[in-house]
Every structure is written in C-alpha cells, then in structure tokens.
C-alpha cells in the first residue's frame, strides 16, 4: 500500500512540475524552451545548476569539447567573436539551449581555448571559449551524438582549442 502510495505521490509531482515548465513559444528564457522539446531535453541544462565543468572526448569528428557529462558543445555561426551576446534568441534556443554556468571560471580539463561568460537577457551566466557563446543540440539524446554538426550550415562541434570543426 505504501509503495502504490508512494508511486501515486511521484506520477502527481511529476504532472506539476511539467506543467510548471510549460512555457510559451517564442519566448526567450531557455529553460521552458528546453523542456517544450522533449523531456529528455532537460538533461543538458542540468550543468547550469552545479556550474560547467568543460572536458574534451573523442567523438566521429575528433576531439571535441563536451560538457561534465560527455554532450556536445557547439557554436553558432552566426555568432559575432567578443561581442558579449548571443545571436540565437527566441524560438532558437528551444533547439539550442546554452551551456549555463553559475562560475565566472568553469573548471575545465584538456580545452586549452579560453574560458569565459556572458551575461544573458535574462541575467544567466552563459560559458563562452575564445568569445564565442557555447550551445546543446536538443536532439543530441546521449553522450558523443554529434547531431547539430553543421546543421543549416550554421552550428558546429568545437575543437579543445576553442575553433569550430567543419
């Protein structure tokens, strides 16, 4: 009895915190976009509340650079170098949540590119290397998928040296 108690407990704060997370198309806060996707989506954004941890892995294209639990990182083309903002807003970020951080150093091991933040619209610390702002493939479900490599010829995986890998 106490375990069907238990289950019926869980399934009730599960249906809460999904409609909590709802959101509304178009907006610009990333965590809603991230879960309108799929639940699974969540997943990659969980870094942003421990702070980013950076790490390189070898994947189909090489080295690239991962976060804490091994998912892709990538750049977005259309993205201008130091200019402290991110050109992916709106409905963008429901396919392309940023690496959040709550440091402004991200501890980092074998990116030898350099470290840094911006701070969104919204007032979150968003990782950058080499002054570039860094991004999740809503589609990448495990570690190593590399799904977003070059989609619309605009988003790709980045080497530990910070460049992107076309």
Same mark, same amino acid.
Request: aromatic share 6%.
């Given at each position: ?34 879960? @309108? ?22 994947? !189909?294209?090489?080295? %690239?650079?991962?976060? !804490?639990?091994?998912?892709?990182? /990538? ?20 396919? *392309?949540?940023?690496?959040?951080? @709550? ?11 350099? %470290?840094?933040? %911006?701070? @969104? ?7 950058? %290397?080499?002054?570039?702002?860094? /991004? /999740? ?17 605009? *988003?790709?995986?980045? !080497? ?7």
């Amino acid at each position: 009895m106490k375990k069907q108690l238990g289950i019926g407990l869980a399934v009730l704060a599960l249906a809460a915190a999904l409609t909590a997370c709802g959101g509304t198309p178009g907006t610009t806060t990333t965590t809603p976009a991230a879960t @309108t996707a799929a639940p699974t989506t969540a997943a990659p954004t969980t870094p942003a509340a421990t702070g980013a941890e950076l790490k390189t892995a070898t994947s !189909s294209l090489g080295q %690239i650079v991962v976060d !804490s639990k091994g998912m892709s990182l /990538y750049f977005f083309t259309k993205d201008v170098k130091d200019s402290g903002t991110s050109a992916c807003v709106g409905a963008c970020l429901a396919a *392309w949540p940023p690496l959040f951080t @709550t440091s402004d150093s991200p501890k980092v091991d074998g990116v030898t590119g350099k %470290i840094g933040t %911006i701070t @969104t619209a919204d007032g979150k610390k968003q990782v950058t %290397i080499n002054g570039m702002p860094v /991004y /999740y493939y809503a589609k990448d479900k495990a570690a190593g998928d590399v799904l977003g490599q070059n989609f619309n010829t605009a *988003w790709y995986v980045i !080497s530990p040296a910070g460049e992107m890998i076309k």
